[in-house]
């Protein structure tokens, strides 16, 4: 390869619960107005601006058939190369990472976009992923599918209640550093604990809130992202994993994929010892205690350790390795979004534009994505200055 | 750097209206099956399945994750990409990209459409803006293209709307794939139901049940893998903004404007072709319809409108032809949307080969393109070759 990708601008939009006033594409167009002005890149196929664009978007989400068709004029897609991934904008951001790389495309446009508040039910969406043969008459969707991976992955390591509502707090916490976070409060363990039940043993406080919102990122080659922004972040590891589907094919407490998805991001990125090396984490939790799950797939802490990792205040701003920053998605980013979101995150705390959440001296982050039922899915982004 | 990619594995499943027999996930199979023999691989060497269809005709969110049952994504890398019509195109982009990045040695690119779990024109419809063209949406049978053809050729548009759909099937009788297998001749054509004025039944394409998959691979692997690779020279994307078809073809200058003829100089400008029907050997074109083939052709070859009529009036696109045209029997006898696309790109490989059984064309096939329609006017193209890049 000996080609590198650089990450020259980001944006994105505070989320919130609702956004009524914006259409689809006007909510699209805010972060990617912005990028196009801080780079001052056109829609060009000259070589002299963005020659791909990439958008993450869901039929289901904006229940729309090729909802990539709606935001096509503002992502320039007229007479120019456009594609859509529809999955969660981590993936996004992966996939322009190796459309760089392939030497087919110098400069990448991504946007995610996403309007949770629009159906009337998130969990009616989230069931029709299930196998409509087996397992989606049983009314399982990904909140209910959740409860039982918590439930699970609680038994199997003694994983406690309160551990995973400490994650709630800390990301309520950090979201109150962060403009663009949905909510933002001061908790207590016994707030997250008493607040009503979801579906058990995850509570309202425990899981994301319906969340609008968009952001955007331009890629390129390395010789272009150098003459475009004096502060490149690059893109030194990326890798993917599928998990199998049925929940009762794999052991919902372990999560194989993550740990073969970051095996794959850290060989490319040469990291031997991530939570030595790794400065910074944004990671995708939709759920409390997916934070401690996925911080044990990284390789953050041992296996069964997540309780012990946020006991140990290591995760919180000012430890050796802060989670989420940003408060993470906790607070409130929609799904489609949200791996983009961690992307963005990062990229800032890179350049130190990370404002009252800034990490002091961060110089290498990981961003991590997930889409399906439990983390079927998990991509990781190793990001360096 | 950019690595070379070849195509090193074709499977597809035998199309058809039903297929009760197997779900989903069993259908997939049943192709990514046939491409691992037809590459003599192992689910194990595959790095990465990128997988494809369109959402909102079955009814399955995200139905990657489902299918990871069937496409052997468990434990892989992997990607769900989706541009509709195009979207057999888009992964084979995507999966061409993916090798030549060096991050992938073995990528297999899954499109597939099980089209008798939903409704095609209902999908289809919920293409439009809720708020302005939903309403105005006619979903895939729309008659102006052969409102157009008929206004400017008269009687003889009908003619060869008959001879296209003619040839098609009688490639299609060859080919075992194919969904509609029975020749058709002029008259059963000229009386065949009307669906929405000028166009008939046996104009249009079916809907149909299936998948397709490709294999493709590094140079250094397509050596050890197959004596046949063909090698992917190039591929083109070109989106159009989204307005309704109606507004896009009342425009006078639609033939330089529209993406098909903006995607084939871009093709034919980066490759050195100036003549396409002397330089490319075969073309496998995503045509919904006889009548879209009819008018896109033009675009696609830089001919003058109507120079395509000739060419298939003279025989030229048949299978013994000096240019063939969709010798699978096209899109008009085969359609699982999501994986159409990509048989396109299939069928052109497999004719490189020499591997397309009773419907091979009678010519050397060095150099083959395949295209792909979707969403608003949006194409892709694909040029293949016999002869490394």
């Known amino acids: ?385 | 750097m950019a690595r070379r990619v070849a195509i090193v594995g074709i499977g597809q499943t035998h199309h058809q209206a039903h297929r009760e027999d197997v779900n989903q996930v069993e259908m997939v199979n049943e192709a990514v099956t046939a491409a691992l023999e037809d590459a003599q691989l192992r689910i194990k060497d595959i790095d990465c399945v990128l997988h494809g269809n369109m959402e909102l005709f079955e009814g399955v969110h995200q139905p990657d994750m489902w299918h990871v049952d069937g496409d052997g994504a468990y434990l892989k890398s992997g990607m769900r990409l989706t541009t509709g019509g195009t979207t057999g195109g888009t992964i084979a982009c995507a999966a061409y990209n993916h090798v030549a990045s060096g991050l992938f040695d073995t990528v297999m690119a899954v499109g597939w459409e099980k089209q008798e779990e939903g409704h095609t024109t209902t999908g289809i419809a919920a293409m439009a803006d809720p708020l302005w063209d939903r309403r105005l949406q006619t979903g895939a049978i729309s008659g102006m293209t052969a409102a157009t053809m008929i206004r400017d050729f008269g009687e003889r548009a009908g003619e060869v709307a008959a001879m296209v759909r003619i040839r098609d099937g009688e490639n299609a009788s060859r080919n075992p794939y194919a969904h509609l297998r029975n020749k058709v001749t002029r008259e059963e054509v000229m009386n065949s139901y009307m669906l929405v004025h000028p166009i008939r039944l046996l104009h249009m394409c079916p809907q149909s049940n299936g998948a397709c998959v490709l294999i493709v691979a590094s140079e250094e692997k397509a050596g050890r893998i197959t004596e046949k690779p063909v090698w992917v020279k190039d591929h083109v994307t070109t989106h159009m903004e989204a307005m309704l078809n109606e507004t896009i073809l009342m425009r006078d200058d639609l033939a330089e404007w529209a993406s098909m003829r903006v995607c084939a100089r871009k093709l034919y400008k980066r490759n050195g072709i100036t003549n396409p029907v002397n330089e490319i050997d075969l073309f496998e074109m995503y045509d919904p319809m006889v009548w879209m083939e009819m008018e896109w052709a033009d675009w696609f070859l830089l001919l003058e409108r109507g120079g395509y009529l000739k060419l298939v009036e003279d025989g030229v696109t048949d299978r013994n032809g000096s240019f063939p045209v969709n010798p699978s029997g096209g899109v008009v006898t085969t359609n699982p949307i999501g994986a159409t696309a990509l048989i396109r790109v299939a069928e052109a490989a497999l004719q490189i080969r020499g591997d397309a059984g009773e419907h091979q064309v009678d010519k050397e096939v060095k150099t083959a393109m395949a295209s792909a329609f979707g969403g608003t006017f949006w194409t892709i193209l694909h040029l293949l070759s016999k002869e490394r890049p």
């Open chain 1, 1 to 385: 390869m000996g080609q590198r990708v650089g990450i020259v601008a980001v944006a994105q939009t505070k989320y919130e619960g609702s956004k009524p006033a914006l259409r689809l594409a006007e909510l699209a167009h805010q972060p990617v107005r912005e990028v196009l002005e801080q780079t001052g890149l056109k829609y060009t196929e000259d070589g002299t601006g963005i020659d791909f664009s990439i958008c993450a978007t869901d039929d289901f989400w904006d229940a729309m058939t090729l909802s990539d068709t709606p935001i096509g004029d503002v992502v320039g897609a007229h007479h120019r190369p456009a594609e859509k991934v529809s999955q969660d904008g981590a993936q996004a951001a992966l996939y322009a990472t190796i459309a760089i790389l392939s030497g087919h495309y110098d400069v990448a446009l991504v946007v995610a976009h996403c309007k949770e508040s629009q159906p009337a039910s998130r969990n009616l969406i989230t069931s029709c992923a299930f196998c409509p043969v087996c397992t989606r008459i049983l009314g399982v969707d990904y909140l209910s599918a959740a409860a039982l991976q918590a439930k699970r992955y609680m038994y199997k390591y003694g994983i406690t209640r309160e551990q995973c509502a400490k994650v709630s707090v800390k990301s309520y916490k950090n979201a109150k550093n962060n403009p663009y976070a949905q909510n933002a409060m001061a908790l207590t363990v016994g707030d997250v604990l008493s607040s009503r039940m979801l579906a058990y043993p995850i509570s309202t406080l425990d899981a994301y809130p319906v969340s609008d919102g968009a952001c955007a990122m331009i890629l390129a080659t390395e010789e272009k992202a150098k003459r475009l922004t004096d502060k490149p972040v690059w893109v030194n590891g990326v890798g993917n994993c599928y998990d199998c589907h049925h929940l009762g094919d794999r052991d919902l407490a372990d999560s194989d994929a993550l740990e073969m998805a970051a095996k794959r991001a850290y060989k490319m990125a040469g990291i031997k010892n991530p939570r030595r090396e790794i400065d910074v984490a944004e990671i995708s939790g939709q759920y409390s205690y997916q934070e401690l799950m996925w911080s044990e797939g990284l390789g953050f802490c041992g296996k069964g350790e997540g309780g012990k990792l946020i006991d140990s205040r290591a995760t919180e701003m000012g430890g050796k390795l802060p989670i989420n920053p940003s408060g993470g998605v906790l607070p409130g980013n929609p799904m489609i979004v949200a791996g983009l979101t961690r992307v963005v995150e990062c990229v800032l705390q890179l350049k130190g534009e990370a404002g009252a959440r800034q990490v002091a001296k961060a110089k290498t982050a990981l961003a991590h994505g997930t889409s399906g039922p439990c983390g079927q899915l998990h991509s990781v982004l190793i990001l360096g200055i």
